[in-house]
Protein backbone atom coordinates (compact mmCIF):
# COMPACT_ATOMS: atom_id res chain seq x y z
CA UNK A 1 0.00 0.00 0.00
CA UNK A 2 0.80 3.82 -0.01
CA UNK A 3 3.55 5.20 2.54
CA UNK A 4 3.88 8.36 4.06
CA UNK A 5 7.25 9.08 6.12
CA UNK A 6 8.30 11.81 7.91
CA UNK A 7 10.83 12.09 11.03
CA UNK A 8 9.91 11.01 14.48
CA UNK A 9 11.37 14.31 16.34
CA UNK A 10 12.63 18.11 15.95
CA UNK A 11 13.65 20.41 18.28
CA UNK A 12 14.05 24.24 17.66
CA UNK A 13 14.25 27.44 19.80
CA UNK A 14 11.51 30.04 20.55
CA UNK A 15 11.03 32.53 17.84
CA UNK A 16 13.22 30.26 15.40
CA UNK A 17 11.40 28.81 11.88
CA UNK A 18 10.61 24.87 12.17
CA UNK A 19 10.16 23.11 9.12
CA UNK A 20 8.61 19.29 9.66
CA UNK A 21 9.16 17.13 6.23
CA UNK A 22 6.81 14.37 4.84
CA UNK A 23 7.57 12.47 2.01
CA UNK A 24 4.71 10.31 0.29
CA UNK A 25 4.35 7.80 -2.39
CA UNK A 26 0.80 7.78 -3.89
CA UNK A 27 1.87 9.77 -7.05
CA UNK A 28 -1.99 10.42 -7.98
CA UNK A 29 -2.60 12.05 -4.76
CA UNK A 30 -4.47 14.87 -4.80
CA UNK A 31 -4.78 16.87 -1.21
CA UNK A 32 -2.76 16.48 1.20
CA UNK A 33 -3.30 17.56 4.66
CA UNK A 34 -1.40 18.70 8.22
CA UNK A 35 -2.46 18.08 11.19
CA UNK A 36 -1.52 18.61 14.93
CA UNK A 37 -2.01 16.92 18.17
CA UNK A 38 -1.58 17.97 21.10
CA UNK A 39 -1.35 16.15 24.81
CA UNK A 40 -4.70 14.32 25.13
CA UNK A 41 -6.41 15.76 22.11
CA UNK A 42 -7.61 14.58 19.00
CA UNK A 43 -6.13 15.56 15.48
CA UNK A 44 -7.01 18.96 14.37
CA UNK A 45 -6.57 20.13 10.89
CA UNK A 46 -3.64 22.94 10.39
CA UNK A 47 -3.87 23.57 7.00
CA UNK A 48 -4.36 21.25 3.50
CA UNK A 49 -3.43 21.55 0.09
CA UNK A 50 -4.16 20.68 -3.41
CA UNK A 51 -1.80 18.78 -5.77
CA UNK A 52 -1.99 21.50 -8.24
CA UNK A 53 -0.76 24.00 -6.00
CA UNK A 54 3.24 24.68 -4.57
CA UNK A 55 2.44 26.86 -1.58
CA UNK A 56 0.02 27.68 0.70
CA UNK A 57 0.45 30.55 3.43
CA UNK A 58 -1.87 30.75 6.28
CA UNK A 59 -0.68 33.43 8.62
CA UNK A 60 2.50 31.76 10.27
CA UNK A 61 2.34 28.40 8.65
CA UNK A 62 3.43 27.94 5.06
CA UNK A 63 2.97 24.21 2.91
CA UNK A 64 5.24 23.47 0.01
CA UNK A 65 4.74 20.78 -2.09
CA UNK A 66 7.10 18.78 -4.69
CA UNK A 67 5.32 16.65 -6.51
CA UNK A 68 8.51 15.73 -8.38
CA UNK A 69 10.29 14.17 -5.88
CA UNK A 70 6.51 13.55 -3.53
CA UNK A 71 7.79 15.82 -0.52
CA UNK A 72 5.82 18.38 1.40
CA UNK A 73 6.69 20.40 4.51
CA UNK A 74 5.44 22.81 7.00
CA UNK A 75 7.12 25.76 7.90
CA UNK A 76 6.20 27.14 11.04
CA UNK A 77 7.57 30.66 11.29
CA UNK A 78 8.23 32.66 15.05
CA UNK A 79 7.40 29.25 16.84
CA UNK A 80 5.79 29.42 19.81
CA UNK A 81 6.40 27.02 23.11
CA UNK A 82 2.19 26.74 22.20
CA UNK A 83 3.63 25.44 18.67
CA UNK A 84 4.63 21.94 20.78
CA UNK A 85 2.83 19.33 19.74
CA UNK A 86 3.21 16.28 17.15
CA UNK A 87 2.61 17.05 13.64
CA UNK A 88 0.84 14.69 11.10
CA UNK A 89 1.10 14.58 7.12
CA UNK A 90 -1.78 13.04 5.52
CA UNK A 91 -2.27 11.95 2.17
CA UNK A 92 -5.45 10.90 0.37
CA UNK A 93 -5.56 7.54 -1.34
CA UNK A 94 -8.28 6.84 -3.48
CA UNK A 95 -12.17 8.96 -2.82
CA UNK A 96 -12.02 7.35 1.09
CA UNK A 97 -8.80 6.76 2.53
CA UNK A 98 -6.70 8.85 3.99
CA UNK A 99 -3.21 7.89 5.25
CA UNK A 100 -0.94 9.28 8.06
CA UNK A 101 2.66 9.38 8.54
CA UNK A 102 3.64 8.17 11.88
CA UNK A 103 3.97 12.15 13.17
CA UNK A 104 6.74 13.99 14.04
CA UNK A 105 6.95 15.40 17.48
CA UNK A 106 7.79 19.21 17.88
CA UNK A 107 9.50 20.66 20.98
CA UNK A 108 10.18 24.06 21.25
CA UNK A 109 13.06 25.18 23.35
CA UNK A 110 12.23 28.60 25.59
CA UNK B 1 -20.67 24.09 16.96
CA UNK B 2 -19.45 20.53 18.74
CA UNK B 3 -18.10 18.99 16.17
CA UNK B 4 -17.25 15.27 16.37
CA UNK B 5 -17.87 13.42 19.63
CA UNK B 6 -16.82 10.45 21.28
CA UNK B 7 -17.73 8.35 24.66
CA UNK B 8 -16.75 7.54 26.39
CA UNK B 9 -13.16 9.30 26.75
CA UNK B 10 -11.34 6.92 29.16
CA UNK B 11 -12.55 2.64 29.52
CA UNK B 12 -10.80 0.01 31.16
CA UNK B 13 -12.12 -3.57 30.33
CA UNK B 14 -11.48 -6.80 31.68
CA UNK B 15 -10.07 -9.60 28.60
CA UNK B 16 -13.40 -11.15 27.33
CA UNK B 17 -15.37 -7.95 27.91
CA UNK B 18 -17.78 -6.28 25.51
CA UNK B 19 -17.81 -3.01 24.39
CA UNK B 20 -19.61 0.37 21.81
CA UNK B 21 -17.91 3.14 21.32
CA UNK B 22 -20.36 6.13 20.38
CA UNK B 23 -19.29 8.28 17.94
CA UNK B 24 -22.01 11.64 16.51
CA UNK B 25 -20.81 14.44 14.45
CA UNK B 26 -23.07 17.44 13.98
CA UNK B 27 -21.23 18.88 10.58
CA UNK B 28 -23.80 17.07 8.03
CA UNK B 29 -20.60 14.82 7.05
CA UNK B 30 -21.59 12.16 4.85
CA UNK B 31 -18.30 9.88 5.51
CA UNK B 32 -17.39 8.88 9.30
CA UNK B 33 -14.25 6.79 10.03
CA UNK B 34 -12.74 4.89 13.24
CA UNK B 35 -9.01 4.58 13.99
CA UNK B 36 -6.85 3.51 16.75
CA UNK B 37 -3.70 5.01 17.64
CA UNK B 38 -0.59 3.44 18.67
CA UNK B 39 3.05 4.95 20.02
CA UNK B 40 4.93 5.15 16.92
CA UNK B 41 3.18 3.70 14.66
CA UNK B 42 0.32 6.85 13.63
CA UNK B 43 -3.21 5.92 13.15
CA UNK B 44 -4.53 3.26 11.47
CA UNK B 45 -7.86 2.99 9.78
CA UNK B 46 -10.23 0.02 11.36
CA UNK B 47 -13.43 0.75 9.39
CA UNK B 48 -14.73 3.59 7.37
CA UNK B 49 -18.45 4.81 6.16
CA UNK B 50 -18.46 6.08 3.03
CA UNK B 51 -22.39 7.07 3.16
CA UNK B 52 -25.21 6.50 5.49
CA UNK B 53 -26.25 2.78 4.93
CA UNK B 54 -22.68 1.62 4.06
CA UNK B 55 -19.08 0.13 6.00
CA UNK B 56 -16.17 -0.70 4.77
CA UNK B 57 -12.73 -2.73 6.10
CA UNK B 58 -9.71 -0.52 6.57
CA UNK B 59 -6.45 -1.58 7.79
CA UNK B 60 -7.03 -3.43 10.92
CA UNK B 61 -11.05 -4.48 11.17
CA UNK B 62 -10.12 -7.59 13.30
CA UNK B 63 -11.56 -7.82 16.27
CA UNK B 64 -14.37 -5.17 15.67
CA UNK B 65 -17.74 -4.59 13.95
CA UNK B 66 -19.30 -0.81 13.36
CA UNK B 67 -22.58 0.44 12.51
CA UNK B 68 -23.48 3.68 10.62
CA UNK B 69 -26.55 3.66 12.54
CA UNK B 70 -27.76 7.42 10.58
CA UNK B 71 -26.21 9.80 8.99
CA UNK B 72 -24.83 11.60 12.82
CA UNK B 73 -24.03 7.95 14.22
CA UNK B 74 -21.05 5.51 13.99
CA UNK B 75 -20.24 3.03 16.78
CA UNK B 76 -17.77 0.89 16.65
CA UNK B 77 -18.12 -2.35 19.16
CA UNK B 78 -15.44 -4.96 20.47
CA UNK B 79 -16.84 -7.78 21.01
CA UNK B 80 -14.54 -9.98 23.02
CA UNK B 81 -11.71 -7.20 24.38
CA UNK B 82 -8.31 -8.38 23.77
CA UNK B 83 -5.15 -6.89 25.64
CA UNK B 84 -3.89 -5.81 21.89
CA UNK B 85 -6.42 -3.86 21.42
CA UNK B 86 -5.58 -1.13 24.27
CA UNK B 87 -4.95 1.63 22.41
CA UNK B 88 -6.41 5.66 21.84
CA UNK B 89 -9.48 5.25 19.27
CA UNK B 90 -10.12 8.44 17.14
CA UNK B 91 -13.67 8.78 14.82
CA UNK B 92 -13.50 11.44 12.28
CA UNK B 93 -15.87 12.59 9.58
CA UNK B 94 -15.69 14.38 6.24
CA UNK B 95 -17.94 15.55 3.50
CA UNK B 96 -16.65 12.55 1.37
CA UNK B 97 -15.33 12.44 -1.97
CA UNK B 98 -14.45 16.03 -2.66
CA UNK B 99 -11.11 15.79 -0.59
CA UNK B 100 -12.15 17.95 2.03
CA UNK B 101 -10.38 17.34 5.18
CA UNK B 102 -11.26 14.98 8.19
CA UNK B 103 -12.09 16.20 11.52
CA UNK B 104 -11.86 14.62 14.10
CA UNK B 105 -12.78 13.58 18.25
CA UNK B 106 -10.58 14.33 21.23
CA UNK B 107 -10.75 10.20 21.48
CA UNK B 108 -11.67 7.40 23.45
CA UNK B 109 -8.79 6.21 25.44
CA UNK B 110 -9.22 2.38 25.94
CA UNK B 111 -7.41 -0.17 28.61
CA UNK B 112 -8.04 -4.00 28.34
CA UNK B 113 -6.22 -6.21 31.28
Known amino acids: GEDVEQSLFLSVREGDSSVINCTYTDSSSTYLYWYKQEPGAGLQLLTY?????DMKQDQRLTVLLNKKDKHLSLRIADTQTGDSAIYFC??????????FGTGTRLKVLA | NAGVTQTPKFQVLKTGQSMTLQCAQDMNHNSMYWYRQDPGMGLRLIYY???????DKGEVPNGYNVSRLNKREFSLRLESAAPSQTSVYFCASSEGPTGQPQHFGDGTRLSIL
Open chain 1, 49 to 53: IFSNM
Open chain 1, 90 to 99: AEREGTYKYI
Open chain 2, 49 to 55: SASEGTT
